[in-house]
């Protein structure tokens, strides 16, 4: 069981511990436990987040097909996931929409808004799906949209995508993004995207929701 003094001390730094959405404290305290201490008030100030995270593990390393599900081992990443991003769902969801993408998007607790998985791809994870909404619709959405908490999960590209949309191309190669993609073992790392005093921040918590084979 987690010690409750660190997060009772953890939230005496943060600007915005008295008047959180949920009053008693920060509103995802799994992943403020994760953050560097020196970002604690920074993050505790902004007033908009975006969770970009890259699929779970999917059920071969070759499987690139957008019906190609989750492995067990990426099931499990998605709980570890879930248990991040608390019992309280986030405002809004949104994912490419090939399979390994939703289900990882799913562990949000809210439904998913599901974008092509390539600009003109109106295909999705099943066979009668017809995806009209493009990865720039989604971006517009976002940037104007209200909500407080917003998970993205997207491929190896197309999460550097948002990064560089986001914060910037310097600030997503800062990351991990070589080449406009994360490194190909890369997996887990959940890119923190945070809006303050009107401008977009980028902190990276490493391997934070991966599982290793052995656990």
Known sequence: ??????????CTLLAACAGSETGSGFDRPALLERLPARLATDIGRADRHILVVRHARKIAPDCNALDCPLSPLGTEM????????????????????????LRTAEAGGQGVIVHQAADGLETGCTA??????SRADAFAEAA????????????????????????????????????????????????????????????????AFEVAAAD
């Open 144 to 207: 104007t949209s209200q909500a407080r908490w917003t998970l993205v999960a997207e491929h190896s590209n197309t999460s550097c995508l948002w990064l560089a949309e986001f914060a910037g191309e310097a600030a997503s190669q800062a990351v991990g993004c070589s080449d406009g993609r994360l490194e190909e073992t890369a997996y887990g790392d959940i890119f923190w995207l945070y809006r303050l005093d009107d401008a977009w921040q980028l902190t990276v918590l490493p391997a």
């Open 1 to 10: 069981m987690k010690s409750f003094l660190p997060m009772l001390a953890m």
């Open 78 to 101: 998605t709980v570890r996931l879930a248990d991040l991003i608390g019992a309280l769902p986030v405002d809004q969801a949104l994912a490419s929409a090939a399979c390994r993408t």
């Open 128 to 133: 009668d799906d017809h995806v009209t909404r």
